[in-house]
């Protein structure tokens, strides 16, 4: 469990808060969630250029992530107020709607909470956060991005995709896997299982600690 301001690491349970969004008023975190993967995402602040493109991109790949049964939602310790202006903005100015909930954190509470506020960046603003959470509201990855340099929303749905692969097919994901590719077989633990694992011809087999498969179609 988290205890005090100290970063979520991955296995913690995600901490739960309440707060005020865009689209609901008064918010209750976990019940928000249910039994959704929620991508948790937090940006420096409102009227910025660079996180006006994330949040854009995100609306952009909005129903790729619901296909996938995860919610997204955005933070910053700006006010409510300035959330909804921006997102006017940026429907009126941009053309794109932003479908998913933002958090106004005005008094940092649940940015200190999840580690949002570095103050060797800023010690009034957010840095680029990103927390994938899974259904049972357990931390499964994060990713920190400074400032100046903008998220790659490709990379988070296919982090997304790969951790609900692993969890499906007892599997993991080898480097640069995309949906579609071999997975990694799980290592050997006992000789048999060494044996047995080198017997396999429908396998590509690099080795015995290093054994890639299709999953089924």
Known sequence: MVEGNSLPRIG???????AVTTQSGEFHFSEWQGQSWVVL????ADFTPVCATELMELARQHETFKAR?????GISVDSIHSHLAWLQNMKEK???AIPYPMIADMDMKVSQLYGMIHPGASTTATVRAVFVIDPKRTV????YYPMNAGRNVDEIIRLVTALQT????????PVNWREGEKVVVPPPKTVADVEERLSHQDREIKDFY???KDLPG
């Open 12 to 18: 913690d349970t995600a901490p739960d808060f309440q």
């Open 41 to 44: 995402f937090s940006h420096p």
């Open 69 to 73: 049964g995860v919610k997204l939602i």
């Open 94 to 96: 941009m053309g794109v």
């Open 140 to 143: 499964r990855a994060l990713i």
């Open 166 to 173: 692993a969890d499906k097919h007892a599997c993991a994901t």
């Open 210 to 212: 290093l054994s890639l």
